[in-house]
């Protein structure tokens, strides 16, 4: 059974760019969730997705937004991009909400 | 809401030595507990779970976990430390709902 599958591995963009990220949760998982790692803030939730509905959020500004598919496959996108927002990105998939979350390994985001 | 401490953001130990890694949850039902581990630039992978029965939980690499509800813990162990077992550790909990994570604790194994 493949598992978690985040593309791209590495991204550099530059500030006020946008970016999308794609996770592909495993086969037959519904619940994807993402968080952003970073040295200061540590691993911090952003949103999780169930049958292509949100039903959390954490505390990001609105830039932050994200979108999943009837497939479970989830998008994150982030606009207007600043400084800070370089972290590593990570993708979490679940077969049920609250479960065992199994995760990819991550999307670096650098941005210059 | 459910929340969990992991307390020392920092721990470093000798090689061989017992590795004690410390959590605390709170939980307004009874808890599925976790512990991952994180290599750098890696995700997550999961060492250990409790969801029920057996308090004492064995994971993978020689760590093990044991769920003490009067304590509300669920302190990550392993006898001796390997230097392969440098690396940042997460305890989560979930209450069937929503899944919330620690801090981390980074573990340095000294030679």
């Known amino acids: 059974k493949a598992g978690v599958t985040q593309t791209p591995r590495y991204l550099i963009k530059t500030r006020g760019q946008q970016v999308t990220l794609s996770c592909s ?65 990570l993708c979490a998939s679940s077969a049920k909400q609250g479960t065992e979350a199994f995760f990819g390994q991550g999307t670096r985001l650098t941005v210059v | 809401a459910q929340s969990v401490t992991q307390l020392g953001s920092h721990v470093s130990v000798s090689e061989g030595a017992l590795v004690l890694l410390r959590c605390n949850y709170s939980s307004s039902v009874p808890p599925y507990l976790f512990w991952y581990v994180q290599y750098p630039n890696q995700g997550l992978q999961l060492l250990l779970k409790y969801t029920t029965g057996a308090t004492l939980v064995k994971g993978i690499n020689g760590f093990e976990a044991e769920f003490k509800k009067s304590e509300t813990s669920f302190h990550l162990t392993k006898p001796s430390a390997h230097m392969s077992d440098a690396a940042e550790y997460f305890c989560a909990v979930s209450d069937r709902d929503d899944m919330r994570f620690g801090a981390g604790t980074r573990l340095t194994v000294k030679p």
């Open chain 1, 25 to 89: 949760p495993i086969s037959g998982h519904r619940s994807v969730s993402w968080y952003q790692q970073t040295p200061g803030q540590g691993l911090q939730f952003l949103f999780e997705y169930f049958s292509e509905t949100q039903r959390n959020k954490g505390n990001f500004p609105g830039r932050f937004s994200g979108r999943q598919f009837s497939n479970s496959r989830s998008e994150m996108n982030v606009s207007t991009l600043e400084l800070g927002d370089s972290a590593l990105y």
